[in-house]
């Protein structure tokens, strides 16, 4: 099952990666896409992907997905993307949304399909960046993340994508 999840991760990565660019004007509709790996807190393999888009009529859609392995417990999380904010000449976005589908084994995972979700990334030429999913907690909502767009000095909490792409493009 291992084998099955991270093939469908790969596949997809690549159909998010291999989405073409387009070049922004004034009226259209701002995107952050992506998709690979990276090691959260230097140690734990963590599988993610993205689409995220905030139409020009104001309007967003997109879908996340993080997976990864603690423990004796793996996790899935797919999720609807209901709010994305940028800082366009930073190469930040913030995607929050609400959970659609979660699995584990584990009895106690701490969230249920419907509670909000978010996280954050970085499109640079040093390096592409993205954070863990974060939950409800001293940010009440997926709105209030979005809207408060925190981030770290130094690009604390943020980890270097390993495999994969992110690409953030707004007007």
Known sequence: MKVRRSA?????????????????????DARATGGGSFLFAGSIPMQFGFSAVRHADGSVSGSFHHAYEFGDFSYQFWGSVTC??????????????????????????????????????LDSPDGDRSTAMGFPGEIPTSAAYCEGQPWPDDNARTHPVTQGQISVAAP
């Open 8 to 28: 469908a991760t790969l596949v997809l990565s690549t159909l998010l990666l291999a989405a073409p660019s387009v070049a922004l004007g004034a009226g259209s």
């Open 84 to 121: 994305v904010t940028f800082d366009a000449a930073e190469g930040r976005a913030w995607v929050g949304g609400v959970l659609t589908r979660l699995i584990t084994a584990d009895p106690e995972p701490g969230v249920a399909v419907g509670d909000d979700a978010w996280f954050r990334v």
